[in-house]
């Protein structure tokens, strides 16, 4: 070859090896410097993630600050199936469950475990295909959590749902105690498993006495399905006062690693919770648990299931206890779309003789008669023209206060008539029927009111047919009378207060209006007092030691198709205690008892039920006797009860 032909290839050669090593070179110092920092995150694959510290709910606490509802935590444990069927997981795994077997295992430091557990996996990866391995590793998962799961082996492993490969986040346990999930999650951590499950932290609201006021507490949603509902009020007071017990969550921002564990100890940004404030109720839990367990006994005797027991305050509005029927747990929730029916405020019913109060205090407000007044009630029946009114017992002539205490149908008309429609639904609209009385409830009821004009319909209005009531609003209309003339909204919250105690809000006493005057309602106590007397339709009702006041009422069912369920009745009985300046009201409805042991009227179901309540809340509020009341004579004739 020329020379000078072999020297010119010689030094293209050289040129050309030093311009590529120039140039890999130049990458290289490209990589190792300027991209260093990028691959060295990206081989470590530490990721900022934002967590959220979830805010705990307030408590719930009745008028005493005993406790009604609070959070507990708990956890959710989920299968992650990415990380279930990772080789090198799986591989690790299966290494653990074979060296802990090893006489080594327990003389062998942290480091060394490590470094054995490295070395016999990659072993293992070499030894076994894939699928095996990973078959394998669920397997061993399966054998290690059964038993602590409480669990069949064939249970858990149809729970994973290894099947459904388009899903690859699966719940294994809904609700776990914080000490199960410890406990299961050390035995992940021990069995190098740590990476398959996932624990989630949650607050579970839990009810003290779940089936006492479950209507008027409500509840929060608690399908661990959807995180979402865990923090939300779905009815009563629950959902009522939301706002102010929910809280509002934080969170923190934290580098971790692809497997989840913590790559820098200080997280880098950190905002706390707001906890949520607490609500204090004006029920009185002791006075709660005796409706609830007198309204039971009362519908065991009578053969109801049906009904509900208002207590309130008079002077004030609260209510100190509301019992209704049928009821469920607020734990479990169980029956809750046919039991969740609150009877005390959603169920209406014509009130029959306890709506007599409208025009006997109407007429004496008006001072067009006096107590002593006297109306002749006829015999068995009044009727003129088209309106026939009929009656219980042939009275003849009454006073004012023997046509409430023999609860007279043609008396009740006659003062009506004396009073005159326009005034009489004045009084009615007055006294707060036809309206929602406002309490902080879902799904009230205002009732049925209608000024029909016709003459028949007001003749019924009058003795408490052809008008719908609840509860509620009846209890209201005779607080009214109690606490000398005045209505008071119903009030079931007392305060919201912070975690230390302090008070944020107060709710204080709402007077909506004045509907008789205080000399009227002193009138009208007297007059109810007569009603719970010997000689009155409420004698069962009679509590030893006090004079109480009261009103029975009977009516027959209406039949939803038209018509009335021909012996089927609501009975009921609104009343108070002490008589002369009452302490509280009680009102007790009954709905279509079934015994045959007594005559199904208000006087010999419904007051008897109150005499019991009246006389356990009496002791439990500590109230002085007012007088001394005869032992009562079984042998003496019981007066017409028949309202």
Same mark, same amino acid.
């Given at each position: 070859?020329?020379p000078?032909?072999?020297?010119?290839?010689?030094?293209?050669?050289?040129?050309?090896?030093?311009?590529?090593?120039?140039?890999?070179?130049?990458?290289?110092?490209?990589?190792? %410097? /300027?991209?260093? $920092? !990028?691959? @060295? =995150?990206?081989?470590n694959?530490?990721?900022?993630?934002?967590?959220?510290?979830?805010?705990?709910?307030?408590?719930?606490?009745?008028?005493n600050?005993q406790l009604?509802?609070?959070?507990?935590?708990?956890?959710?444990?989920?299968?992650?199936?990415?990380?279930?069927?990772?080789?090198?997981?799986?591989?690790?795994?299966?290494?653990?469950?074979?060296l802990?077997?090893?006489?080594?295992?327990?003389s062998?430091?942290?480091?060394?475990?490590?470094?054995?557990?490295?070395?016999?996996?990659a072993?293992?990866?070499?030894?076994?295909?894939?699928?095996?391995?990973?078959?394998?590793?669920i397997?061993?998962?399966?054998?290690i959590?059964?038993r602590?799961?409480?669990?069949?082996?064939?249970?858990?492993?149809?729970s994973?749902k290894?099947?459904?490969?388009?899903?690859?986040? %699966? /719940?294994?346990? $809904? !609700?776990? @105690? =914080?000490?199960?999930?410890e406990?299961?999650?050390?035995?992940?951590?021990?069995?190098?498993?740590?990476?398959?499950?996932?624990?989630?932290?949650?607050q579970?609201?839990?009810?003290?006495m779940?089936?006492n006021?479950?209507?008027?507490i409500g509840?929060?949603?608690?399908?661990?399905?959807?995180?979402?509902?865990?923090?939300?009020?779905?009815?009563?007071l629950?959902?009522?006062?939301?706002?102010?017990?929910s809280?509002?969550?934080?969170?923190?921002?934290?580098h971790?690693?692809?497997?989840?564990?913590?790559a820098?100890?200080?997280?880098?940004?950190?905002?706390?919770?707001?906890?949520?404030?607490?609500?204090?109720?004006?029920?009185?839990?002791?006075i709660?648990?005796?409706?609830?367990?007198?309204?039971?006994?009362g519908?065991?005797e009578?053969?109801?299931?049906?009904?509900?027991?208002?207590?309130?305050?008079?002077?004030?509005?609260?209510?100190?206890?509301?019992?209704?029927?049928?009821?469920?747990?607020?734990?479990?929730?169980?029956?809750?779309?046919?039991?969740?029916?609150?009877?005390?405020t959603?169920?209406?019913?014509?009130?029959?003789?306890?709506?007599?109060?409208?025009?006997?205090?109407?007429?004496?407000?008006?001072?067009?008669?006096n107590?002593?007044?006297?109306?002749?009630?006829?015999?068995?029946?009044?009727?003129?023209?088209?309106?026939r009114v009929?009656?219980?017992?042939?009275?003849?002539m009454?006073?004012?206060?023997?046509?409430?205490?023999k609860?007279?149908?043609?008396?009740?008309?006659?003062?009506?008539?004396?009073?005159?429609?326009?005034?009489?639904?004045n009084?009615?609209?007055?006294?707060g029927?036809?309206?929602?009385?406002?309490?902080?409830?879902?799904?009230?009821?205002?009732?049925?009111?209608?000024?029909?004009?016709?003459?028949?319909?007001?003749?019924?209005?009058?003795?408490?047919?052809a008008?719908?009531?609840t509860?509620?609003q009846?209890?209201?209309a005779?607080?009214?009378?109690?606490n000398?003339g005045?209505?008071?909204e119903?009030k079931?919250?007392?305060?919201?207060?912070?975690?230390?105690?302090?008070?944020?809000?107060?709710?204080?006493?709402?007077?909506?209006?004045?509907?008789?005057?205080?000399?009227?309602?002193?009138k009208m106590?007297?007059?109810?007092?007569?009603?719970?007397?010997?000689?009155?339709?409420?004698?069962?009702?009679?509590?030893?030691?006090?004079?109480?006041a009261?009103?029975?009422?009977t009516?027959?069912?209406?039949?939803?198709e038209?018509?009335y369920?021909?012996?089927?009745?609501?009975?009921s009985?609104?009343?108070?205690?002490p008589?002369?300046?009452?302490?509280?009201?009680?009102?007790?409805?009954?709905?279509d008892?079934?015994t045959t042991?007594?005559?199904?009227?208000?006087?010999?179901i419904a007051?008897p039920?109150?005499?019991?309540?009246?006389?356990?809340?009496?002791?439990?509020?500590?109230?002085?006797?007012t007088?001394?009341?005869?032992?009562?004579?079984?042998s003496?004739?019981?007066?017409?009860?028949?309202?």
């Amino acid at each position: 070859m020329n020379p000078v032909v072999f020297n010119r290839r010689c030094v293209f050669l050289c040129l050309a090896f030093v311009v590529g090593l120039s140039a890999l070179s130049a990458r290289l110092i490209y990589l190792q %410097v /300027v991209r260093a $920092k !990028d691959y @060295a =995150e990206k081989s470590n694959r530490v990721s900022v993630r934002k967590e959220t510290l979830k805010a705990v709910r307030g408590c719930i606490v009745d008028a005493n600050n005993q406790l009604i509802a609070r959070n507990i935590p708990r956890a959710r444990m989920a299968l992650d199936k990415n990380l279930l069927t990772d080789i090198r997981l799986a591989t690790l795994s299966l290494a653990n469950r074979e060296l802990r077997e090893t006489p080594e295992w327990a003389s062998w430091d942290q480091k060394t475990r490590h470094r054995k557990l490295k070395k016999r996996a990659a072993q293992l990866k070499n030894e076994m295909p894939a699928d095996v391995i990973v078959e394998k590793h669920i397997a061993n998962v399966v054998q290690i959590f059964a038993r602590p799961l409480g669990m069949t082996p064939a249970a858990l492993r149809a729970s994973m749902k290894l099947e459904k490969e388009n899903q690859m986040y %699966v /719940v294994i346990r $809904k !609700d776990l @105690a =914080e000490d199960e999930a410890e406990n299961l999650k050390k035995l992940a951590r021990d069995r190098s498993i740590v990476h398959a499950f996932v624990f989630e932290e949650l607050q579970k609201r839990w009810y003290v006495m779940p089936k006492n006021a479950a209507h008027i507490i409500g509840f929060v949603g608690q399908d661990l399905e959807d995180d979402s509902d865990l923090v939300m009020g779905r009815a009563g007071l629950e959902k009522v006062m939301d706002p102010y017990m929910s809280g509002k969550d934080g969170y923190v921002m934290n580098h971790r690693d692809r497997y989840d564990h913590l790559a820098v100890a200080k997280p880098q940004e950190m905002v706390p919770p707001r906890h949520g404030l607490n609500v204090q109720l004006t029920l009185d839990m002791g006075i709660q648990s005796i409706l609830e367990e007198e309204l039971d006994a009362g519908l065991a005797e009578y053969q109801a299931e049906k009904g509900t027991i208002i207590l309130m305050d008079p002077h004030t509005g609260d209510i100190l206890g509301m019992a209704s029927r049928p009821t469920f747990d607020l734990n479990t929730r169980e029956n809750i779309k046919e039991n969740g029916y609150d009877f005390a405020t959603q169920a209406i019913y014509e009130p029959g003789s306890t709506f007599k109060i409208i025009a006997t205090a109407g007429a004496l407000d008006q001072g067009l008669v006096n107590p002593s007044t006297q109306v002749f009630c006829h015999y068995a029946h009044y009727q003129v023209g088209s309106v026939r009114v009929p009656d219980h017992h042939p009275y003849g002539m009454l006073s004012i206060e023997q046509v409430l205490a023999k609860s007279s149908n043609i008396g009740a008309y006659k003062i009506a008539l004396q009073l005159g429609r326009p005034q009489f639904f004045n009084y009615l609209h007055k006294f707060g029927f036809g309206k929602q009385t406002k309490i902080k409830m879902a799904g009230e009821s205002a009732g049925v009111v209608r000024n029909t004009g016709n003459p028949t319909d007001f003749s019924r209005n009058s003795y408490g047919y052809a008008v719908s009531v609840t509860p509620l609003q009846v209890a209201c209309a005779y607080s009214a009378i109690a606490n000398g003339g005045t209505l008071m909204e119903p009030k079931l919250l007392k305060s919201v207060m912070a975690n230390n105690g302090a008070i944020i809000k107060r709710y204080k006493p709402v007077k909506v209006r004045r509907v008789i005057k205080q000399s009227t309602a002193e009138k009208m106590r007297r007059a109810l007092a007569t009603v719970v007397d010997i000689k009155g339709t409420a004698r069962r009702a009679m509590v030893e030691g006090f004079i109480a006041a009261g009103k029975t009422g009977t009516t027959v069912k209406i039949d939803p198709e038209g018509g009335y369920l021909q012996g089927r009745y609501t009975v009921s009985f609104a009343g108070m205690m002490p008589a002369e300046n009452p302490a509280f009201v009680c009102v007790v409805v009954v709905d279509d008892p079934q015994t045959t042991e007594v005559k199904r009227y208000g006087g010999t179901i419904a007051a008897p039920i109150f005499s019991k309540v009246a006389t356990r809340v009496a002791k439990h509020m500590s109230l002085e006797p007012t007088e001394p009341i005869e032992p009562k004579d079984a042998s003496q004739p019981l007066a017409h009860a028949s309202n």
